[in-house]
């Protein structure tokens, strides 16, 4: 009976450290979603960002230039600036792990060592994200307020809301 269950409680283990790694706030500038919030941030713009199952994630909130990200207990996970035509990244101790510039209705997001990790293109309300190889990663379609991220194969990933100042 002892030998049965130590593999048991191994499994539960590793089961529930996998997923607490799931559910940890990605760094703003590492993923597509938190891409698409802060290029399209406005001053005073406060966006909720909520998975598949509606669960919310995290927030956004945008002052002035700089878009601040915390996860879903309030916690500062990183923070996008628009520092000298570039949108830069960073993680929550202030280092920077990426950085996207826009030229025309294209961005390049580069990590902290400067290699392409995504494109982004932007046609009307649909922005389109591919990797450093080109391959389609996800598409953002807004509508008012409201966004949705689906991936490469059209299933939702994650929905944003933004409440702006009047």
Do not use: H
Request: a positive charge; hydrophobic letters at 30%; charged letters at 20%.
């Amino acid at each position: 009976m002892k030998r049965s269950l130590i593999p048991l409680l191994l499994i539960l283990a590793t089961a529930s450290l996998s997923a607490a790694e799931a559910n940890k706030a990605a760094s703003p500038g590492t993923d597509d979603l938190s891409r698409y919030v802060a290029a399209e941030a406005k001053p005073g713009a406060q966006t909720t960002l909520r998975d598949s199952s509606g669960r919310t994630l995290g927030t956004a909130s945008t002052v002035g230039t700089r878009t601040t990200f915390r996860d879903q207990a309030g916690r500062t996970t990183g923070t996008a600036a628009l520092e000298g035509g570039s949108t830069v990244f960073r993680d929550a101790s202030g280092r920077t792990i990426a950085t996207g510039t826009a030229t025309g209705q294209q961005t390049t997001y580069r990590d902290a060592a400067g290699r392409i990790q995504a494109l982004s293109s932007k046609v009307e309300s649909r922005t389109t994200f591919r990797d450093f190889e080109g391959r389609t990663t996800s598409t953002v379609q807004s509508a008012g307020t409201t966004a949705t991220a689906r991936d490469a194969g059209g299933r939702t990933l994650a929905t944003t809301s933004t409440v702006r100042p009047k």
